[in-house]
């Protein structure tokens, strides 16, 4: 038991694994072979409730706290990375801007739907030269005659080229301050707008089951009610945004560990070399104490991260420290259970094989590990 976790989040826990487990696994495979996007199972997704958890049933949500998001993204990851990293994107990204900034108007207009599942909803900030820098965001939205007039182009956008995806909420610039930097602003796009085209991105080596796409706006044209918050603060609303999607990409990297370390249980136990299961040789019993051991450290720095944001504590150092440790041992723990499976661990028909891939982006999405840890140097008073 963890001392950041209820008995009430466990029982939630339980019912998200029976979900994934008899909704999710099944298709996993055969939607990753695919390069499917499956608007179905996102729709079952939202009707078993799993969008809008953290956010008040006034606006269609489920009224639970974050570490419930968390535990749901846990536990779809410890199963497939592509529904986790739907899952993760539409609550942390798509949803939370919105109740987090939103006008009284603009929340009832946009969350229940999104809540329930009927659409689900981007987060668009990387540009092709604009990623780790947001500083470098090239797309512009200038205002006249009451509209916002937009044009530019992003990247590596979640949730946002298929037919499930009814907009995007974006950074762009909107004028300069005195001091020469960028004004950035947010604004909401819905992906009926004229000028504003998607396209999926295929051939991905991860999480090709999910939805990424690349937006082009072409003079975008909506209404001054589609700023989100204030003028020129879409800045500190997008990296307070990034502080608490982290949490549910650590969340990513948890599960995902979990998971692998489960099939490397399972296998060790099964196979056996020499007259006995490889999982009573030492060098393998070391490996799967080490990865136990990394888990357990994941699940205490992510749940604590995650009490403080739930107690209205600062977290931001906590959530870098929680994601960047979580995708860190996901990546050491998908490499040692792919060992322990030897050349079977290299085929599709083995799950390992697709965790070993899904891993590679946690490293990168919502903050590289290299910029958290510039994040982290900056909390602990490196420099200013």
């Known amino acids: 038991m963890n001392p950041f976790i ?22 996993a495979g055969k939607l990753d072979e695919e390069e499917r996007f499956s608007p179905e199972l996102t729709q079952k997704m939202g009707e078993f ?7 008040p049933k006034k606006y269609g949500g489920q009224g639970l706290d974050y570490r419930s998001l968390v535990i749901a993204v846990e536990e779809i ?47 668009g900030l990387t540009e092709e030269n604009a990623g780790s820098d947001s500083q470098r965001t090239e797309t512009t939205a200038e205002f006249k005659e009451g509209y916002w007039h937009i044009n530019g182009a992003k990247m590596f956008i979640s949730n946002a080229a298929s037919e499930s995806s ?35 991105i295929t051939n991905k080596m991860m999480w090709r089951a999910s939805d990424t796409g690349r937006l082009f706006f072409d003079n975008v044209k909506v209404p001054a009610e589609n700023l989100l918050g204030e003028r020129g603060k879409g800045g500190k609303m997008m990296l307070e945004t990034l502080d608490a999607g982290r949490l549910s990409i650590g969340a990513m990297g948890l599960g995902l560990a979990q998971g692998a370390f489960e099939m490397a249980m399972d296998y060790a136990k099964k196979r056996e070399q020499f007259g006995k299961p490889i999982g009573q040789f030492q060098v393998n019993t070391f490996k799967l104490a080490d990865m136990a051991t990394k888990i357990e450290l994941a699940h205490n720095t992510l749940y604590k991260a995650t009490w ?63 910029i958290l840890r510039l994040v982290i140097s900056r909390h602990i008073g490196v420099y200013d």
């Open 49 to 55: 409730g799993l969008f809008g958890i953290a956010i």
């Open 6 to 27: 209820t008995k009430e989040h466990e029982i939630f826990r339980q019912k998200v694994r029976d979900f994934a487990e008899n909704e999710i696994k099944p298709l």
């Open 308 to 370: 403080l944001k739930d107690n209205n504590y600062a977290f931001g150092k906590e959530s870098a420290m929680a994601k960047l440790y979580s995708s860190e041992i996901a990546r050491e723990i998908a490499d040692e259970s792919l060992q322990i499976h030897g050349g079977y661990g290299l085929l599709k028909s083995f799950d390992i094989e697709r965790f070993y891939r899904d891993q590679r982006i946690l490293q990168i999405g919502e903050g590289t590990s290299e």
């Open 166 to 200: 009814a907009g995007v909420t974006i950074q762009a610039v909107t004028g300069v301050r005195k001091n020469g930097k960028k004004e950035l602003s947010s604004i909401l796009v819905p992906k009926e707008t004229p000028g504003f085209t998607r396209e999926k």
């Open 77 to 123: 990851a410890r199963v497939d990375g592509s529904q986790a990293g739907t899952l993760a994107a539409h609550n942390s990204l798509g949803i939370a801007p919105i109740y987090n900034y939103g006008t009284e108007e603009q929340k009832m207009k946009y969350l229940p739907m999104l809540c329930r599942g009927d659409k689900i909803w981007a987060f």
